[in-house]
């Protein structure tokens, strides 16, 4: 059984509480979804790549991102209608056990690959542009 399929539903009771008190939290804070408005958000997700596939994370696992870290980031990026993630690695386990949580892969599902962007690059000064890539 592939990495994919074995995304976790049912959290631990501590996890069940912790996304208990972020969904009080973002219902104060992120307006709700609705046909007037359009909810977009960037988030730097640092070094969003790989995945410990346990609950917790323990004090040797690398990374330390981990089944509890994704609920709550998909439990916050499902209040908005459009999300740029950024630092996305070249290791996109995490970004695609993202998606299976919010139930969005499908046959027609893109995404740009890391790889295949070029960031641009500017000198001390930011008077010149080193490359484009675009």
């Known amino acids: 059984m592939g990495f994919m399929m074995l995304i976790v539903t049912t959290p631990p009771a501590v996890v069940a509480e912790d996304l208990l008190r972020l969904r ?64 996305v690695r070249r290791n996109t386990t995490a970004l695609q056990y993202l998606l299976g949580l919010l139930g969005l892969l499908g046959p027609s599902w893109r995404w740009p690959r890391p790889h295949l962007l070029r960031v641009s690059a500017w000198s001390a000064d930011r008077t010149q542009e080193r490359s484009a890539g675009w």
């Not at 958000?41 to 089944?67: C, H, I, M, Q, Y």
């Not at 998909?74 to 209608?81: N, Y």
Request: with cysteine.
């Open 24 to 87: 009080t939290a973002l219902d104060g804070t992120v307006p709700g979804k609705e046909d007037s408005n359009l909810l977009v958000a960037t988030w730097n997700v640092r070094a969003f790549g790989d995945l410990t596939k346990e609950w917790k994370a323990g004090p040797k696992d690398s990374p330390k991102r981990d089944f509890h870290a994704m609920a709550c980031i998909a439990e916050i990026v499902s209040r908005f209608d459009i999300l740029a993630l950024q630092e």
